[in-house]
């Protein structure tokens, strides 16, 4: 029996964890063009008037990151456009943080069901990640060591790999060793 090749990558991980940086690496190994979502374009691409709402997205002071249901409901459309993306032929990479841990690994696996899925957990330490957040002109402090270990409680893994240190370009590689073709 043949291998189904794989349609979807998912990385999830805090803030400042590497995987966007993480998703543009594997483009450049995977052996066949991948399109990239991430999370972040997400919130670009919504009028700015959803940002510090109660339905919307909030960016607290200290780092938290509480969402409402106008942003739910155009995330999960979000969620099922990726997923259509994947059917219609073109293999993607989600570059999402989890904020509900398992909870939203059942969103997602709702939207890419009887699609061929690698979940990808991205882990960075907390104290490395807010390091990188710093550096980062366009993150709230706090984010990253909020969400370093919440992100992944309650999700199912088919492989890890820890940008602590090791870099996106060998934790690309890793994964990509991992999708079938």
Not at 42 to 64: H, V, Y
Request: charged letters at 20%; hydrophobic letters at 50%; aromatic letters at 4%.
């Amino acid at each position: 029996m043949e291998a189904v090749a794989t349609q979807v990558i998912v990385l999830n991980g805090g803030s400042s964890a590497g995987k966007s940086s993480l998703a543009r690496h594997l483009q450049a190994v995977l052996p066949r063009p991948w399109l990239t979502f991430g999370v972040d374009s997400l919130i670009e691409a919504m009028p700015r008037s959803m940002q510090d709402t109660d339905g919307g997205i909030e960016f607290a002071p200290d780092g938290a990151v509480d969402v409402g249901p106008e942003f739910m409901a155009l995330q999960a459309a979000w969620m099922e456009g990726i997923a259509a993306t994947a059917r219609a032929g073109a293999p993607v990479i989600i570059d999402d943080v989890f904020l509900g841990g398992g909870a939203t690994q059942r969103r997602w696996r709702r939207a890419l069901r009887g699609l061929d899925v690698l979940w990808v957990g991205v882990r960075c330490d907390a104290a490395v990640a807010a390091a990188r957040e710093t550096a980062r002109e366009d993150r709230v402090p706090g984010m990253a060591e909020a969400q370093a270990g919440v992100v992944h409680e309650g999700v199912v893994y088919d492989l890890e790999v820890d940008t602590t240190h090791t870099g996106s370009p060998a934790c690309a590689k890793i994964i990509a060793a991992h999708v079938t073709a």
